[in-house]
């Protein structure tokens, strides 16, 4: 909630403990805003400020900065301020900051203290390293100074935002653009104060993206985009496009598109992406122009080449570039003045084109520079005589170069060379060896005549790569030699697919394993050509090859949280199976395994619906066919589906045939997704102890095939449980368990998503102020977990805590937030438990009709589903309410109902429910019934449940004014350690204002401070 006084006395202290004056402050500002984007820039005065510190108001309008301002201001008092004022400060000002908004000042980390994980932010004093994914220069990069530092200086503008590098094939634009990257990375760790890019640098290859229809284009392009960041794919409300957009929205890095030529569909993506993220920069290396009026080009032509006779020519990159390359292969390597010119009639043959230039050198320990330009002569000769007179004298230039290349290499080099053009991107030696079956010596001869190159990538593993030109070109050849050896590119092509979807297979236990963050990024540098062979599998009907990668492939997908991928992959391919012509029971087989996978990802998408659909027509077909293991994986799918929906005791009748059958298959991953779905269906229904049981069974299970991430659900399901139970020492000690696992494997948006749990550990254990920490930094970082249904669960969460921290209407803002968006997902109880606590948002604040309606919805909605197990709390907060409206008699027996319900669980609902009979008792002056009640709540005031309960200070004031109408004389004793509880959860909450929320704008807290100051006066 703003406010805007509080801010401006905050920003005045912040300012006269800094020795700056309100001019010198507009000064800093105007400095640091003038790096930013143009349309974020305002005036700022030494007058503005002083409205700013004194929250002006004139003509109806509100003196404040604008978002990006607070972040500046931010950044000015960073030393003087810790993550969590950062975020009540912005809040005051009437915003709400993502943690990645902050991670540039402070660092979040998780420590142990007294054995516990907690959540910590600590100023981050160190130079943060600008983080990028750039391949490591494995050559010296010469010429093109006068191309780079305009290029630098484009992208250094504010206004400069698309930036696209346009040539021929060949003439540097990759390795130009790679050298601004590493110059801008260099400026930036220099002067990080300043640093335009403190989100990265980030290189996205887009060789490997195929043309297509529009939309498949946008996706292929998000993919390829987002995989350099690890980017998740959750949520079921936005396209991937618009997730995308999401995470890039307030970052500001550069981003480098590589080979867009092939790509012109795409430009209406990049022009999406520079109007929704205003401060991505993009630069785009391009044979051709994207044609848009952001655009800023610079052509690049081959490097300057000397005229003939030219006296200076060492001067000339093209010279140089040539003489240090064939010294690589010649150490001895000696120029004088013929050699001179005969290297510049070369480079002028080739017109200064620098991959042409390193070709040559590459030759140069057997041919001669006379000989190699006669070779190119004759090449070029032949290209002018044989094709169309209107291709441009550049580009057969180069097919001139290519075929003497080509021809100077031995027979088998050549076969391998054509035989590499099916790899996507960059590759291993081993990949190539496998693919090509050819020898080492082959790679080696087209690595040292530079037809192959040998790049590092930024994790520091080696692989070759292709130039894209000279793919194409050598993809010709092996066109040729198809019409001599007939089924020579089905065979490489095979092999192609059959080595990286046996990659994506062998690494199925792995990727859940301890490695899995080690398995996935190495996946993730192989995916493009995965993709490939997935695409050539699924068209080639490749069954076998294809059944024994869905497993790995699927494992992948979720483990990065690519859901909305892995749904689009398997279902596309079960549609491309689904046409076969002549169908056998294999195809048959290989299209129910696609299915249930797409099913998989249909649940983890929230489309609960859609996953019953494609389920049951599976297990229809399984009845004809008979296959068990495929029944069993469909029944949990299908029983994971309909019971999110509500339906939990057809769903726990599916799951239970499921894990039975799976536990005769021995399928021990299938029976343990089997049993902790079963906790969704048992907890609801009110049968805990068996939910406690399945669980344990599936923790066993997938502790004992070492499946982490797995482990780590069942934890925090467990930890649920014990909540749910009260017994919050063990489920903290069950989430703290989940919190290693995530850390050990390096999983951030999945510990994020615990955050939420361990706040509502905190919150029942009585540390408000830690509660409150986990909830603020959970619900700033909501939508960097990706998951539409955490997002809702996380703000349901946050507005109880606020409830009781007496900032109600913040809580029903939360609260109705999350109630729609359940609702949109179809998660039952979760729209059972958002109505409770908007129905307890509006009690506090007085309307207790809304009270009433919200939760007699929930009661009835409750019964539907078969969720009993909040009957007996929802009961209990329809009594509260009708006690609100003086309606008693109703509200007894509405808490007769609530105590005599079947799942009136714990010792905690007891005591709330008979307290609260007892303050209608002392209403109605039946003061006996009222203490009659109290003496049964009073031996628990000291027990565990006391800190369980919802209200628990209210518990003891209604004690205590009963005891105080019966005049007994304990009376005082109870109200003092009222007053001493009070007072040790307030000093828990750290935030001032925080605190005088919670003591002030509880009603309960306010009285229990009220009686006691006037007892002790």
């Known amino acids: 909630m703003a406010d805007f006084v509080q801010f401006g006395k905050r920003l005045q202290l912040m300012r006269k403990q800094a020795g700056l004056s309100q001019e ?23 007058t503005l400020i002083s409205r700013w510190e004194r929250a002006c108001v004139r003509a109806g309008r509100r003196w404040h900065p604008t978002r990006h301002y607070v972040l500046l201001l931010i950044d000015l008092f960073a030393t003087q301020l810790t993550y969590e004022s950062a975020q009540t400060w912005a809040r005051q000002a009437g915003y709400v900051l993502a943690a990645k908004e902050l991670e540039r000042w402070f660092t979040p980390i998780v420590e142990a203290p007294r054995g516990e994980k907690a959540l910590v932010f600590e100023r981050n004093h160190e130079i943060r390293p600008i983080t990028h994914n750039l391949p490591a220069p494995l050559s010296s990069f010469v010429g093109r100074r006068n191309e780079l530092a305009i290029l630098v200086d484009f992208l250094t503008r504010p206004r400069t935002r698309l930036v696209t590098i346009v040539g021929e094939g060949g003439v540097g634009k990759t390795r130009l653009a790679l050298a601004v990257g590493h110059t801008l990375l260099e400026m930036q760790t220099s002067r990080s104060e300043s640093a335009p890019f403190v989100d990265g640098i980030w290189f996205a290859p887009l060789a490997g993206v195929e043309m297509a229809d529009p939309a498949d284009l946008v996706n292929q392009l998000v993919f390829a985009v987002a995989s350099v960041f690890s980017l998740p794919f959750q949520r079921m409300d936005s396209t991937p496009l618009a997730v995308l957009i999401d995470f890039l929205r307030s970052k500001r890095l550069l981003l480098i598109l590589d080979n867009f030529e092939h790509l012109p569909g795409g430009v209406p993506f990049v022009l999406d992406l520079l109007a929704n993220a205003p401060s991505v920069y993009i630069l785009v290396t391009s044979r051709a122009p994207l044609d848009c009026q952001a655009e800023q080009l610079l052509v690049l032509q081959g490097l300057p080449v000397p005229a003939s006779g030219e006296v200076d020519a060492l001067d000339f990159a093209s010279i140089q570039l040539f003489i240090e390359r064939a010294r690589q292969q010649d150490p001895h390597f000696y120029v004088d003045r013929q050699t001179l010119r005969e290297i510049s009639e070369l480079a002028a043959l080739v017109h200064g084109n620098p991959l042409a230039m390193e070709l040559a050198a590459r030759w140069i320990r057997h041919l ?15 290209l002018l005589s044989t094709r169309q007179p209107d291709v441009p004298l550049r580009h057969r230039s180069m097919e001139a170069v290519f075929e003497a290349s080509w021809r100077l290499l031995s027979l088998e080099a050549q076969q391998a060379l054509a035989k590499l053009t099916v790899f996507r991107g960059a ?18 001869e087209l690595v040292n005549h530079s037809l192959l190159h040998i790049v590092q990538e930024s994790t520091g593993r080696k692989k070759y790569v292709l130039h894209e030109l000279l793919r194409q070109f050598a993809a010709l050849k092996l066109a040729a030699l198809e019409k001599i050896q007939p089924g020579l590119e089905a065979d490489i092509r095979r092999r192609h697919s059959d080595y990286y979807l046996g990659l ?20 993730q540098a192989e995916f493009d050509n995965i993709r490939a062979a997935w695409e050539w599998a699924v068209q080639e009907r490749s069954i076998s090859t294809l059944t024994q990668a869905i497993a790995g492939l699927q494992a992948f997908y979720h483990v990065r949280s690519l859901y909305q ?101 021995d399928l021990p991953l299938v029976e343990a997704r089997a049993l902790h779905a079963m906790f969704r269906c048992l907890l609801p229904i009110g049968e805990i102890e068996r939910a406690n049981s399945v669980l344990e069974q599936a923790l066993h299970l997938y502790q004992r095939t070492g499946n982490r991430l797995g482990e780590s659900f069942v934890l925090r399901a467990l930890g649920y449980v014990a909540h749910f139970q009260n017994e919050d020492e063990k489920a903290l000690h069950f989430w703290e368990q989940a919190v290693s696992i995530y850390q050990e494997l390096g999983d951030q948006p999945r510990l994020i998503s615990i955050w939420q749990h361990l706040g509502d550990a905190y919150a029942a254990l009585g540390d408000l102020g830690r509660a409150y ?23 349901d969460g946050f507005a109880r805590l606020l409830i009781r921290l007496g900032r109600c209407v913040q809580a029903r803002q939360l ?91 714990g010792q905690s609902l007891s005591i709330a429910v008979k307290s609260e009979m007892a303050a209608v008792y002392l209403s109605q002056g039946r003061n006996a019934d009222a203490l009659a009640l109290i003496k049964e709540v009073l031996p628990s005031l000291n027990s565990s449940a006391f800190s ?30 009222a007053y001493t509880h009070l007072q040790t959860w307030a000093h828990s909450l750290e935030d001032e204002l925080l605190r005088a929320s919670f003591v002030q704008n509880v009603a309960v807290n306010r009285s229990i401070e009220r009686a006691y100051r006037k007892q002790t006066d």
């Not at 000064?27 to 005036?43: F, H, I, K, N, T």
């Not at 068990?628 to 309909?642: D, F, M, P, S």
Request: proline fraction near 2%; charge should be negative; include cysteine.
């Open 24 to 46: 010198q402050l507009a000064r800093s500002l105007d400095q640091r805003a003038r790096a930013s984007p143009p349309e974020e820039y305002r005036v700022v005065d030494g």
């Open 368 to 382: 001669s520079i006379a000989e190699l330009a006669a070779a190119f002569r004759h090449e070029d000769g032949v």
């Open 427 to 444: 590759f291993s030696r081993q990949a190539a060896l496998a693919v090509t079956q050819d020898s080492v010596d082959q790679l080696q």
């Open 504 to 523: 994506a297979a062998k690494h199925v236990d792995a990727l859940y394993s301890r490695d899995m963050n080690l398995v996935a990024e190495e996946m």
């Open 565 to 665: 991928e892995g749904e689009a992959v398997f279902a596309r391919a079960a549609a491309v199976l689904s046409t076969t012509t002549v169908p056998c029971s294999k195809v048959a087989g290989a299209i129910l395994e696609l299915q249930l996978a797409q099913a998989f990802f249909l649940n983890l998408l929230h489309r609960y619906k859609d996953a019953a659909e494609v389920t049951q027509k599976v297990l229809t077909a399984c009845e004809d066919q008979h296959v068990a293991a495929v029944t069993a994986v469909a029944q949990v799918e299908w029983g994971v589906a309909i019971s999110l929906q509500g339906l939990h005791n057809v769903a726990l009748q599916q799951l239970e045939r499921a894990a039975q059958g799976a536990h005769q298959l």
């Open 773 to 795: 920490q986990y909830y603020d930094a959970a619900y700033a970082s909501r939508e960097e977990v990706h998951d539409p249904r955490h997002a809702a669960h996380t703000a």
């Open 815 to 905: 609260s109705q937030q999350a109630l729609a968006e359940l609702r949109q997902l179809g998660d039952q109880v979760g729209v059972i438990e958002a109505l409770c606590t908007l129905g307890m948002a509006e009690l506090q604040m007085g309307n207790a009709a809304a009270a009433l309606a919200r939760h007699q919805e929930a009661l009835e909605l409750s019964r539907i589903s078969s969720a009993s197990i909040y009957e007996g709390a929802i009961l209990f907060g329809i009594g509260c309410a009708l006690a609100a409206m003086d309606r008693c008699d109703e509200a007894l027996d509405l808490y007769r109902q609530a105590l005599n319900s079947r799942h009136a669980h």
């Open 948 to 977: 369980k309960l919802r209200d628990p200070l209210r518990v003891y004031f209604i004690c205590y004014q009963v005891l105080q109408a019966n005049q007994a004389a304990n009376a005082r004793s109870y109200l003092a350690d």
